[in-house]
């Protein structure tokens, strides 16, 4: 069974950094495109960024863009999201995603129970 597993969330400061991490079992992370997917209280999920299966192609939402950087190290079934001078609006629960083979990298599929970042002015 294929599951995803986020870490690396918390509270920081408005201009802080964080770096989450997304463990991948049940399949080989090196055969998938994956993203990264944020829901704020009361709003729906959005995309923040993904990556096919090297990464040599990386996409970003406008809003973190310079911002977040998207990585994996697919011999460890890891991705990852750098996320640098983060703002309050950047409060949420992130996902990771494994995108549906075929789909736009935008696509939600399936994904972990998510890590709560909260950055405090």
């Known amino acids: 069974e294929a599951t995803l597993m986020e870490s690396g969330g918390g509270s920081v400061q408005s201009g802080g950094s964080l770096r989450l991490s997304c463990s991948a079992s049940g399949f080989e992370l090196e055969d998938a495109w994956m993203n990264w997917v944020r829901q704020a209280p009361g709003k729906d999920l959005e995309f923040v960024a993904g990556?096919?299966?090297?990464?040599?192609?990386?996409w970003y939402d406008d809003a973190v863009k310079g911002r977040f950087t998207i990585s994996r190290d697919n011999r460890k079934n890891t991705l990852y999201l750098q996320l640098d001078h983060l703002r309050p609006e950047d409060t949420a629960k992130y996902y990771c995603?494994?995108?549906?083979?075929?789909?736009?990298?935008?696509?939600?599929?399936?994904r972990g129970p998510g890590t709560q970042v909260t950055v405090t002015s």
């Open positions: 990556c096919n299966r090297f990464c040599s192609a990386t």
């Open positions: 995603s494994k995108v549906p083979e075929g789909e736009a990298v935008q696509t939600i599929g399936l």
